[in-house]
């Protein structure tokens, strides 16, 4: 079993910059996955960043490639979502996600954390 918070969600400016981390609970965190989704009013959750287990390998969906970044630190069991270039259309719910699949489908992850809302004005 995973749990896993978010903070660090908020306002921003168009253009700015927001930071926002994932804590898990668990040492099996190091074992999974670690994804970042978000969620828009009306529209499907959809994984915007992940990054493999050994912190090898990381995926950013085009609409975020060169803007976010994903990080995390296994010894501490903590992930990172670095967000600039901040626009209106990013505004959502972002939730960090671990699972054993290496996978953009949010379906298959298997822990959640409860989210953090995340608001762009133009």
């Known amino acids: 079993q995973v749990q896993l918070v978010e903070t660090g969600g908020g306002l921003a400016q168009t253009g700015g910059s927001l930071r926002l981390s994932c804590a898990a609970s668990a040492r099996t965190f190091v074992n999974h996955n670690l994804a970042w989704a978000r969620q828009a009013p009306g529209k499907e959750r959809e994984i915007v960043a992940l990054?493999?287990?050994?912190?090898?390998?990381?995926y950013y969906a085009d609409s975020v490639k060169g803007r976010f970044n994903i990080s995390r630190d296994n010894a501490k069991g903590t992930g990172t979502l670095q967000m600039h270039s901040l626009e209106p259309e990013d505004t959502a719910v972002y939730y960090c996600?671990?699972?054993?699949?290496?996978?953009?489908?949010?379906?298959?992850?298997?822990?959640w954390g409860q989210g953090t809302q995340v608001t762009v004005s133009s």
């Open positions: 996600a671990a699972g054993r699949a290496y996978s953009t489908r949010y379906s298959d992850y298997t822990y």
């Open positions: 990054i493999h287990w050994s912190g090898t390998t990381t």
